[in-house]
């Protein structure tokens, strides 16, 4: 039996210009039949973001993905509730054996949404990942959700398994960790085993001024440094994501060209062995244009 794995998207009301396209790229890369279920989350925040670079709208968010799962490419959305302190509590004390309403960490970034997400997953596996990845699959017949879980079974102390980065070859590169965990989980996108990574709980974490100091991958960094455990990457170099960081996120035809682009299997020589999106225009040969956003 094919072990099942739910996908796990994670998004906020901003950058909604691009949401619609971004849900449809990645769905369209991970391929919606490996996946038991695919969640597309929000941070219920409407004015708490890191880096803010556009104005969000819940309203066309929400509305985005209705259109999303009418359409099949969502099995569902969640909006956390943000109106019942008491389930922000309970699940705050499961995952750091803190009991308090934040929903967010002292550096504003999202915490109560993501774990809201893993906990209502269904699946034996979760691929989480931000909803503004970019992903290229130089191979459709690599299944490289295979490959993740064997890493993730591969030993009894790794918790979680990254996306591999774009690489010049389409060579296998053996999945490790330096000693004593130091590769921290890749919170854009990584897989985990749902009941291993759910036993490790509670997570170390600390409250200052009353908001939580650590994310839950930094939380879950500092344990795999206290309990010898590891976070894998590597991998097979057919299948890899690129990141694009806020700063480019305001030029929506050149990050519309990109993702066109790594669809195509075009990578220019500049992004190699780079986690975020490097480059330019004349780097990835895209003719700017506004009417190629779609």
């Known amino acids: 039996m094919t072990p099942t794995v739910s996908l796990i998207i994670k998004a906020s009301y901003q ?16 391929e919606h039949k490996r996946f038991c279920e695919i969640i597309l989350v929000f941070d219920p925040t409407e004015s ?10 819940k309203l066309l968010a929400v509305d985005i993905a209705e259109k999303l799962l009418h359409d099949g490419i969502l099995d569902k959305y969640v909006v956390p509730p943000m109106d019942n302190p008491g389930l922000i509590e309970d699940i705050n004390e499961r995952w750091f054996g803190i009991r308090t309403a934040e929903t967010h960490t002292i550096t504003k970034s999202p915490l109560y949404q993501q774990l809201f997400a893993f906990e209502i997953s269904s699946g034996k596996y979760v691929l989480q990942t931000d909803a ?12 490289y959700i295979r490959d993740m879980i064997a890493a993730t079974e591969s030993a009894h102390n790794v918790v979680s398994v990254g996306f591999n980065i774009a690489h010049r070859s389409n060579d296998y590169c053996p999945y490790s960790s330096p000693s004593n965990g130091e590769y921290v989980p890749e919170v854009r996108i990584c897989l985990f085993q749902k009941d291993r990574f759910f036993s490790l709980r509670p997570f170390p974490n600390e409250l200052i001024e009353g908001k939580f100091k650590l994310t839950w991958y930094r939380s879950l960094h500092q344990l795999q440094k206290e309990k010898g455990l590891v976070s894998l990457r590597g991998g097979d170099g057919r299948t890899f994501f690129i990141h694009p960081p806020n700063s480019v996120k305001k030029d929506l035809p050149f990050l519309t060209g990109v993702i066109r682009k790594v669809e195509e299997n075009q990578i220019p020589e500049i992004q190699f062995e780079h986690v975020d999106l490097v480059g330019n225009y004349r780097d990835w040969d895209i003719v700017s244009s506004k009417a190629d956003i779609l």
Not at 15 to 30: S, W
Not at 48 to 55: D, K, L, M, P
Not at 132 to 143: P, S
């Open 48 to 57: 708490v973001f890191i880096r803010q670079y556009s104005q969000p709208s």
């Open 15 to 30: 950058g909604v210009d691009l949401l619609n396209l971004q849900i449809r790229h990645i769905v369209k890369m991970l």
């Open 132 to 143: 503004d990845v970019i992903i290229c699959r130089r191979d459709r017949d690599h299944n």
